[in-house]
């Protein structure tokens, strides 16, 4: 019977730096099935903390005096829980910033993709994104107190609390993530298709026009969704310069409350916790996930029906 075979030094060495390695890279597969988990583990978590508060809510308050009746004094003697006042003021908001961030921000990101010399673009890019430094609450006294008694000045009627103006200042906040995302969504652009573009005697701003921005638009989608989500979750800036009363008004000249701004007078602790009026905070909050993952579904599926397209 033959001896087995002793390994050698060498081979014990190499045995054992396969077995690390595997380790190693066993360990990391782990770890970053964990690191990706997480996400989904907190959405899931928070998903599941609104639901559930929200039952007592729900139980309770018929669904349709919550969605379409127009008066919300939930701490009243009398309570009222129509949340129509706090949806149209936050979609008022939210469509104002918009209205300023979408076509500036294109605008932006056409010159610094297409027409800024590289020096330029390395200049006003990181100065734009240095305005998401800046905390949400100094633009909310900001609109109180520089841009409201400024805009009084032109337009009749606008009172010291409105929902113009913090609109066009949420406007502003979200101006960096729309003309970052879409420039870097422009500059993917390969240069062949503006330079077919060039062939074919267009312009430069035609090329911008019809071959990049159709060409870069599941990447504009998304960076206009982003926008918009980041607008209707704002809360320090609607807090402090659109006010914490419910009024169903379409004057953009008069305050009202949103919905982030109702939650933040909510939690101040004024009321009891477990009661009805507590257990509004987490139904509007719901309400407000909802909104925002609607719109980050159509914002996928118009960014998966224009990749396919092009």
């Not at 730096?17 to 928070?46: D, P």
């Not at 006003?124 to 805009?151: D, N, Q, R």
């Not at 911008?208 to 980041?230: E, K, Q």
Request: net charge neutral.
């Amino acid at each position: 019977m033959a001896n087995p075979k002793i390994p050698t030094a060498t081979e014990l060495r190499e045995q054992g730096f396969v077995k690390r390695r595997k380790l190693i890279a066993r360990s990391m597969e782990v770890f970053l099935f964990l690191s990706a988990s997480l996400s989904v583990f907190v959405t899931t978590a928070i998903v599941f903390i609104l639901v559930s508060e929200s039952w007592d809510f729900f139980m309770q308050v018929p669904l349709s005096e919550f969605l379409f009746t127009t008066m919300w004094a939930p701490v009243f003697i009398d309570p009222k829980f129509g949340v129509l006042p706090l949806l149209a003021a936050t979609l008022q908001t939210s469509g104002i910033a918009m209205l300023i961030a979408v076509p500036f921000g294109l605008i932006m990101a056409i010159y610094l993709s297409e027409y800024a010399q590289p020096a330029v673009r390395e200049t006003i890019k990181p100065a734009l994104e240095m305005l998401e430094a800046v905390p949400t609450v100094v633009y909310g006294y900001f609109a109180l107190l520089v841009m409201t008694p400024f805009l009084q000045q032109f337009i009749p009627g606008l009172r010291g609390i409105n929902l113009l103006v913090p609109g066009i200042i949420l406007g502003i906040m979200i101006l960096p993530y729309v003309v970052s995302v879409s420039e870097d969504a422009m500059r993917a652009v390969p240069n062949g298709l503006r330079e077919g573009g060039y062939a074919l005697g267009m312009a430069r701003w035609q090329v911008a026009v019809r071959v990049v921005i159709p060409g870069a638009f599941s990447g504009i989608t998304a960076a206009f969704i982003l926008g918009l989500s980041r607008a209707i979750g704002e809360t320090m800036v609607l807090a402090v310069a659109a006010g914490q009363n419910p009024n169903l008004t379409w004057d953009v000249r008069e305050g009202a409350a949103t919905i982030t701004a109702y939650i933040v007078q909510m939690s101040l602790g004024d009321v009891a916790h477990g009661s009805l009026a507590y257990t509004t905070i987490f139904a509007v909050g719901l309400l407000l996930f909802l909104i925002t993952l609607s719109f980050n579904v159509i914002g996928f599926y118009l960014r998966r029906k224009f990749r396919e397209a092009y």
